[in-house]
């Protein structure tokens, strides 16, 4: 029998047969919570009730370039899982440290949705027909590096916002916009689309398009949450998330780098692109790597040995003095 998802108002106890989901309360966070639930109920059986938390990154309009780092989306989920106000919390991976955090595990990464960004300009128009002097909103230092690396005629302007706030200034003081598919997606907002770009011209950023489930260590054998975090754990994509994560903690970067990174598992191969871009995207470094990968229990350590490896030669060819790259790049 499938459970329920449900959605009350304010704190919900915690009671046999119903496991608490913490979400951010943004569109797109409860949208991918919600599939996330449905996954659950659906596997286990069991009622999942939706935990709405409101974090930093929701409620600042500071640049995030300038906001203290990946953990501002994190840590308020961090703290009502463990102080029991849910028993699960999910996260867009992209946005979680890569630092540990004391008495919460990485339970599950689920299968990823499209990893590339989405290009959303006026008029149906590609980035190769923009016009010169076009304005283009981001609030990600990689894609603007990108995109200056490719058309150093356009206008980057630093934006926040929902996916809906940032689509409509669209043809209003903005030429274009980009964001991430996946996130589009969960929004049906893909009509908004005017070019996806190619993982080998703009790798995304370390983890873009999958989500992480967090829980607390000490309930990783708990039956019901076992359950449930093997019916939504994906092998090829936690060990290339795991690839990719162990790149940006070896290069000391967090999400105010301009490091893109994007691995992938076909035919028992892990291959792992990897760019850190200059700000003006005028300079780059890039390195591909692979490994035999065949799905092992040792798997999630031969990823992050590949990520490991492949940072290490691109600080070994000056990506450091490239990107200003550091101990202040992880901020959390």
Known sequence: MTGRVLR???????????????????????????????????????????????????ISRTPLSQLGGTGVFVSALREALLAGDCDIAVHSLKDLPTAPCPGISLGAVPLRADPRDAWCARDGMTLAEM???????????????????????????????????????????????????????????????????????????????????????????????????????????????????ELLAALEAGCAAPVGATASVADGWLALRATVYQADGQSQLESVMGVAWNGSSDSEGIARNLGNKVARDLLERGAAQLADLGPRGERS
């Open 131 to 245: 016009p010169p002097g076009s304005r283009v909103g981001t609030g990600s230092p990689r894609r603007a590096a990108q995109i200056l690396s490719r058309r150093p005629d356009l206008v980057i302007e630093d934006i926040r916002g929902n996916v809906d706030t940032r689509l409509a200034r669209v043809g209003v003081d903005l030429d274009a916009v980009i964001l991430a598919a996946a996130g589009l997606e969960r929004v049906d907002r893909t009509e908004a689309i005017t070019e996806r770009f190619a993982l080998d011209v703009a790798p995304s950023a370390p983890g873009q398009g999958a989500l992480a489930i967090e829980v607390r260590s000490e309930d990783l054998d708990e039956v019901l949450l076992s359950r449930a975090l093997q019916a939504l754990d994906h092998a090829e994509t936690r060990s290339a998330a795991a690839a990719e994560r």
């Open 8 to 58: 009350p108002e304010g704190p919900q106890p915690a009671a046999p047969g119903l496991i608490r989901l913490g979400t951010r309360r943004s569109r797109l966070a409860v949208a991918q919570s919600t599939q996330v639930a449905q996954e659950i109920a659906k596997a286990t059986g069991a009622d999942v009730a939706l935990v709405t938390v409101t974090t930093e990154g929701d």
